[in-house]
């Protein structure tokens, strides 16, 4: 934030009662001001002007441009090594003490991974902002509207590795395969069909997994599985891509939808529309990018090797299941490895069931009143108003704003995130453990995702989450991959029934229950 000239300097967090809290502390500002417009003077300060100048040389330089670049060829890469690096230790090669010490240089990883993850959250979201606050402003199209000439423009939302997806789905149909060939059989073992068949097809699914077995699915947690203990949504996704290499299609809209709206634009800032939306453009990827290449994947590769610490305290009679060990903390999986004392089976129990039965709907949203909205554009000095408004933008849209009122007990409304009308079955996935019940063409109802969902995508006809806004992960993955998408709902998960038959209308914002 201070390299951009953001005068929101960082959340503080804390967790209660197993909940993450966080509040934006604001730079210059004492944590026990009072309410109200800032006093005579403030904006005057030495710190305060000279992190206002940096915002003004952050826009004037691009600097995003600069970050973007540094993520391409230093910090993605050393993630990718990372990662790789730790993916090709053997795990059962290992002494009891060597796992101990493989679990520190996964958690250190964690650690470091998260950390490049949020140092790239500011350039990832300012030029998308600037774009959506000019443009909006200019024409009084929706932001999804706007958000929809983003199209495109971010690979890595349609999927961990979905050009190695595509590949293998092309050698597998080559190859004369058919999701009809395998009706009946496990997931797994269709798995290692594909990979006992002769030439490319073997190797096409070996890159495929080599890349996904360990991405989350779901989620930011241990908690949560990888790909490869959901072998079902692996095989139903190759299979989904194999099918849609029969039905191309061609998106010749997007010139169109660009010049309608540049149209709209005032002739006099029509030069500054185009610059915005390639800027917009330019940099969106590194939203999912920063997520994919960094702890997604160590997130994976930590729950690998505590479920192999697990698996060798349940064979010495210490754990009284392997996957227990995930709600042990660090220093307690370390003590148990190690022969000392760790958390009694009464305690990781009473852990797993509160992981697996509390939602954030079981806590109110705010500890104390809720806080002020932010005070109005004209309040700042006019050095930082463009800072501040790209920020608004962005930021405004990824989270909660309040949906619009429901007319009909059959219709939840929402934020029109992603065009187009479809009906579909509804599925309601509240966890990983779901995943298994998609079926090609579903409805996904959830409450929110994360970039580790890209991995189910492929099967899904539409999106519709309770959380989120028209920035939020999956608005932009249902963008991507061109299905409706409505998120923002506040209520769908506890007001459509899961299987019910709804229908999603991504213009108006909309679903309903039709059987």
């Known amino acids: 934030t201070e390299r951009y000239g953001v005068l929101m300097s960082h959340p503080k967090s804390a967790i209660i009662h197993g909940f993450y809290y966080s509040k934006i502390v604001l730079f210059g500002v004492p944590e026990d001001a009072l309410p109200g417009p800032p006093p005579d003077g403030f904006f005057e300060q030495p ?9 003004t040389k952050a826009i004037e330089n691009k600097l995003w441009r600069e970050d973007l670049k540094r993520w391409d060829k230093e910090v993605k890469p050393d993630s990718i090594r990372r990662n790789q690096q730790i993916q090709a230790v053997n795990l059962e090669a ?35 902002g600037m774009y959506l606050g000019s443009v909006c402003a200019w024409t009084g199209i929706s932001v999804g509207e706007a958000l929809g000439l983003l199209k495109g423009s971010s690979p890595v939302s349609l999927g961990v590795a979905y050009k190695e997806l595509c590949e293998l789905a092309t050698q597998l149909k080559q190859a004369g395969v058919s999701a009809e060939q395998f009706e009946g059989q496990p997931a797994k073992s269709i798995l290692q069909s594909f990979q006992q068949m002769p030439g490319p097809v073997a190797l096409a699914v070996d890159k495929y997994l080599q890349l996904i077995s360990y991405q989350l699915t779901s989620g930011y947690d241990i908690t949560e599985q990888f790909a490869l203990e959901t072998p079902e949504v692996l095989v139903a996704g190759i299979f989904s891509v194999m099918k849609s290499l029969d039905q191309p299609e061609v998106d010749d809209t997007a010139e169109q939808q660009r010049i309608a709206i540049r149209n709209k634009v005032p002739g006099e800032h029509q030069a500054e529309f185009d610059e915005l939306l390639e800027e917009a453009r330019y940099t969106n990827r590194l939203r999912d990018e920063r997520g994919v290449y960094n702890e997604g994947k160590a ?6 090797a505590i479920l192999e610490a697990g698996k060798r305290l349940h064979a010495d009679g210490r754990l009284y299941k392997a996957d227990a ?46 806080p002020e909205a932010p005070p109005p554009l004209e309040a700042f000095p006019p050095d930082a108003r463009p800072t501040q408004a790209a920020i608004g933008a962005a930021f405004g849209n990824v989270f909660d704003a309040p949906a619009s009122e429901e007319e009909d007990e059959n219709i939840v409304s929402g934020f029109p995130a992603s065009p187009g009308i479809y009906e579909g079955i509804a599925r309601l996935i509240k966890s990983p453990s779901d995943f298994h019940r998609l079926q090609q063409g ?12 890209n991995v189910v995508m492929p099967l899904l006809g539409a999106v519709v989450t309770d959380r989120g806004g028209q920035l939020s992960h999956a608005a932009i993955v249902a963008r991507e991959y061109g299905i409706p998408g409505v998120v923002g709902s506040r209520t769908a998960t506890t007001s459509i029934t899961d299987g019910a038959k709804v229908r999603i209308d991504g213009d108006a914002g909309t679903v309903e229950m039709i059987a």
């Not at 710190?47 to 915002?55: K, T, W």
């Not at 997130?299 to 690998?304: A, E, K, N, P, Q």
């Not at 220093?331 to 039965?357: A, F, H, V, Y």
């Open 47 to 55: 710190e305060l002007l000279a992190r206002i100048a940096n915002g």
């Open 94 to 128: 290992l002494t009891t003490t060597e796992l101990a010490d493989h679990l520190v240089v996964c958690f250190e990883n964690l650690q470091e991974l998260w950390y490049r993850h949020h140092i790239f959250t500011i350039p990832s979201i300012f030029p998308t």
């Open 299 to 304: 997130f994976g590769l930590s729950r690998r």
């Open 325 to 370: 060990l995930v709600h042990a903390s660090h220093d307690e999986m370390l003590n148990m490895l190690r022969g000392e004392t760790g958390p009694s089976e009464i305690e990781l129990k009473q852990r797993e069931d509160w992981s697996s039965s509390a939602t954030c709907d079981d806590v109110p949203p705010f500890l104390g009143p809720p």
């Open 442 to 453: 579903d409805v996904l109802i959830s409450k929110s995702t994360s970039a580790s969902f």
